[in-house]
């Protein structure tokens, strides 16, 4: 059994959201300076620019990239021979939320109740995923999640009949529905199978992969393209002011689901879709 202060959670926590928030993925950056070079919208090709000028004075001032911090979220896989010392998991990665937020000067945008409102004041509590899984080590992932773009995130319950098509139709119209709303170019995070809920699930936590790195299965991937390409044939480009630059990457996460159902939600990430990892 190997022990894990809870302390070095917080810590862990805190330095992710605030790094997050400054430097994107360097596969993101890198697929956002490539469009920039093959964007055919004059006006598109300028906001690409503008967009990679924006990332490097980020990192440069070490100032968040977008003024929007997101609402936390933390996906953790914690070993089953892993012994948590000294507190409780949930709030040793509040805590870390609570440091980081107001250390690395991030917005708080965290309204204490969904109709009353009010904020927290810290961008506390985090939204927590958490599996139980083999081995000793802690695995966190942080993603600080805009809401422009969450905003214009949809699920759809499928009945068996749908085909491939229906689904690259309807993740298709989610975009175009969105327009220049979740600042395109987007990243697409798709959850197909499961329920209700699991569907969702999958669909933020494929907003956490690389964007280089496509479905293991070659149905999937070959879905992920065709979608990808749909999605760049609308013609909202980057920052809705038209262009073939809509989307940098659809990324699928499936699941097994119930014979009478097809569940398929679109989770929409803006241009910076965040996410940062670390192993404990």
């Given at each position: ?68 911090t ?7 896989e ?13 709030d ?79 993740v298709a119209?989610?975009v ?55 999605v ?10 038209g ?34 990892k670390?192993?404990?």
């Amino acid at each position: 059994m190997r022990e894990i202060p809870v302390s070095q959670i917080t810590e862990a926590v805190k330095t992710l959201f605030i790094d997050a928030n400054r430097v994107l993925p360097e596969d993101l950056e890198t697929c956002i300076a490539a469009a920039s070079k093959t964007e055919t919208s004059p006006i598109g090709k300028a906001v690409l620019c503008d967009l990679c000028e924006n990332m490097n004075a980020a990192r440069e001032l070490k100032i968040p990239i977008c003024q929007d911090t997101g609402m936390a979220v933390v996906f953790a896989e914690i070993g089953q021979e892993v012994h948590l010392t000294g507190g409780s998991f949930e709030d040793a990665v509040n805590e870390g939320v609570h440091q980081g937020y107001l250390e690395g000067r991030l917005r708080c945008s965290v309204a204490a109740d969904p109709i009353r409102r009010g904020n927290t004041g810290d961008n506390t509590p985090a939204v927590i995923h958490l599996r139980l899984v083999p081995g000793d080590k802690l695995v966190i992932t942080a993603a600080p999640k805009g809401f422009g773009s969450e905003n214009m995130s949809r699920i759809k319950m499928f009945t068996p009949s749908a085909s491939a098509e229906d689904i690259i139709d309807f993740v298709a119209e989610t975009v175009q529905i969105a327009g220049g709303n979740p600042c395109p170019p987007v990243v697409l995070g798709v959850g197909i199978g499961g329920d209700f809920e699991k569907c969702a699930i999958l669909a933020k936590k494929a907003l956490c992969r690389s964007v280089s790195q496509r479905n293991s299965d070659p149905f999937y991937a070959d879905l992920e393209g065709r979608m990808l390409e749909k999605v760049n044939g609308l013609n909202v480009g980057p920052q809705g002011f038209g262009g073939n630059t809509t989307a940098l990457a659809v990324n699928i996460e499936q699941f097994p689901t119930h014979i009478a159902g097809l569940p398929v939600a679109v989770n929409v990430g803006c241009h910076v879709t965040r996410h940062k990892k670390i192993i404990i």
